[in-house]
């Protein structure tokens, strides 16, 4: 059964169009990351939440946004895309920030966006 | 500031043999968890395995064993027994206790008959 599900697994947009990317969990965890990847790089950390504290990196573009409206659900939004925005967007879930978690950092399929 | 180094941009195995794959870090966090995921076209992070800086014992997942040497910070993956479904790409990340999963930039793994 999928415990991370992401939506869509597709996702086309035009240049400075807004849109929004979906992430949902059955497990119950406290913390939700959303990471970018780009073709043949490592993922980055974009931000996460604990519970409903966000978290946002330093290096994070403002022109990314995030929302919880509950322990099930996050949402990336992109205000603006650029063609530069292009990239695999990786949805992840742990129980908590503690560095013992060791199984408990489940990832989505990704959803790859593409910026026309 | 945490760091995680993966040398190998590419490697090549023939099918049933073993490979290794390097992985060193840095950090100054007394406690840590090393992990090993992989990653198929498809995009999906599969988590492999999994060491924590106080096992004395190095981890082991069927196939997957990580070789784990504190002293020198290197936590290498070593896959036994390769098969072609193992082709892939294969990332080392470590959680400090900030608890921020950071990366390597991976090594691509291609397995040939």
């Known amino acids: 059964d999928a415990m991370v599900i992401q939506n869509p697994r597709y996702q086309v947009t035009q240049f400075g169009k807004p849109v929004t990317l979906s992430c949902s969990q059955t497990l119950n965890h406290n913390v939700m990351y959303w990471y970018q990847q780009k073709s043949s790089q490592a993922p980055k950390l974009l931000f996460h939440y604990y519970d409903k504290d966000f978290n946002n990196e330093a290096d994070t573009p403002d022109n990314f946004q995030s929302r919880r409206p509950n322990t099930s659900f996050c949402f990336l939004d992109i205000r603006s895309p650029g063609l530069g925005d292009a990239a695999m967007y990786l949805c992840a879930t742990s129980r908590d920030l503690l560095w013992q978690d060791n199984y408990e950092q489940y990832f989505g399929p990704g959803t790859r966006l593409t910026v026309t | 500031a945490q760091k995680i180094t993966q040398t190998q941009p590419g490697m090549f195995v023939q099918e049933k043999e073993a490979v290794t794959l390097d992985c060193t870090y840095d950090?100054?966090?007394?406690?840590?968890?090393l992990f090993w995921y992989k990653q198929p076209s498809s995009g999906e992070m599969i988590f492999l395995i999994y060491?924590?800086?106080?096992?004395?014992q190095n981890a082991t997942e069927g196939r997957y064993s990580l070789n784990f040497q504190k002293a020198r910070k290197s936590a290498n993956l070593v896959i036994s027994a390769s098969q072609l479904g193992d082709s892939a790409m294969y990332f080392c990340?470590?959680?400090?206790?900030?608890?921020?999963?950071?990366f390597g930039q991976g090594t691509e793994l291609s397995v040939k008959p």
């Open positions: 990340a470590m959680r400090g206790q900030g608890g921020k999963l950071i």
């Open positions: 060491q924590g800086s106080y096992d004395e």
């Open positions: 950090t100054s966090d007394q406690s840590y968890g």
